[in-house]
């Protein structure tokens, strides 16, 4: 039984490293768009003088890529 029980404990272990990495890379897949996309956005508002156009097509353009990117990792997760 000892030994059964070590197994288990390091299964729980290994489970919770890969969920651990899963959410950090989540956090990039999530975060990563939204800040390049929206600070080019507002560089390019700043720069061509039209106030939330730019930022509001890097924002909605991050959400799209950001939404691809959980479907192909969840997919990738799943399978």
Same mark, same amino acid.
């Given at each position: 039984m000892g030994n059964k029980e070590q197994k288990s404990e390091a299964a729980k272990k290994t489970t919770f490293w890969m969920m651990?990495?899963?959410a950090w890379q989540l956090g990039y897949v999530i975060s990563l768009p939204i800040v390049i996309l929206g600070f080019g956005g @507002?560089? @390019?508002d700043k720069y061509f003088g039209t106030s939330p156009l730019f930022i509001l097509i890097g924002i909605v353009a991050a959400v799209s890529l950001t939404s691809v990117g959980l479907y192909y990792k969840i997919k990738k997760m799943i399978m």
């Open positions: 651990l990495g899963f @507002a560089y @390019a």
